[in-house]
């Protein structure tokens, strides 16, 4: 069965610090992988996507990057985090792109102070 | 304003009651999917109904809707304190993109 793991589960980071957040996912092969972030008591926000390795598609201008050096493996980076970069990052993977059942890791809560 | 918007933004039930949830849309869509959420925790996928169906169960879930009023509901039957979780509704537009808009959600309290 597929397994999507993300670590850390939560960060503490000062603002102006880089940041990096891993995901990987299990039990499957050539994911398309989403990167989502949501405010407290808000929707999903989509960041990025990837159909494969090396493509990153990026959905809002940020100061936020993306990579996926392996076909099961999205980092999500930073070189100077904001405070505005708060809150709680989840990754997914999906079979399809269009419109398809996402299947969602257990999130990281980034605290920037 | 959001393509997806739950209503209402949070229901308090007692355990064994029926939970009613509604989502509204504002353009076509291929499908409409609704996720749960325990806190602090990544979203569970529960249930997708496509825009040519009326109608879906899965288990003590109901989902129902209506294209022509572009509304969705959310049926669980005879709650249980663990269903306690927030529920979102995830559409996607039928205009020729991929991406998955999600709502902000309705907050579920099931008091045992």
């Known amino acids: 069965s597929q397994t999507i793991h993300q670590w850390p589960a939560t960060l503490v980071q000062p603002v102006g610090s880089p940041l990096s957040l891993e995901c990987t996912v299990e039990?499957?092969?050539?994911?398309?992988l989403y990167w989502y972030r949501q405010a407290a008591g808000r929707g999903l926000q989509l960041l990025f996507y990837s159909v494969g390795i090396g493509q990153i598609s990026s959905e809002v201008p940020q100061n936020l990057s993306a990579s996926r050096p392996q076909d099961r493996q999205f980092i999500l980076s930073s070189k100077k985090l904001l405070l505005s970069d708060s809150g709680f990052y989840l990754c997914?993977?999906?079979?399809?792109?269009?419109?398809?059942?996402?299947?969602f890791g257990p999130g990281t809560r980034l605290t920037v102070l | 304003s959001q393509q997806g918007e739950e209503d209402p933004q949070a229901l308090s039930i007692q355990e064994g009651e029926n939970a009613t949830m509604n989502c509204s849309y504002k353009t076509s869509i291929n499908n409409l999917q609704w996720y749960r959420q325990n806190s602090g925790r990544g979203l569970v996928h529960l249930i997708l109904?496509?825009?040519?169906?009326r109608e879906k169960h899965s288990g003590r879930l109901r989902v129902t809707l209506d294209t022509s009023k572009k509304s969705s509901s959310l049926l669980i039957t005879a709650s249980r304190a663990a269903d306690t979780a927030s529920y979102f509704c995830a559409t996607v537009p039928n205009t020729g993109g991929f991406k998955t808009i999600f709502g902000a959600g309705t907050r579920l309290f099931v008091k045992a």
């Open positions: 109904i496509r825009s040519n169906e």
């Open positions: 997914a993977w999906s079979v399809r792109l269009a419109g398809d059942t996402q299947y």
């Open positions: 039990g499957t092969s050539n994911p398309n």
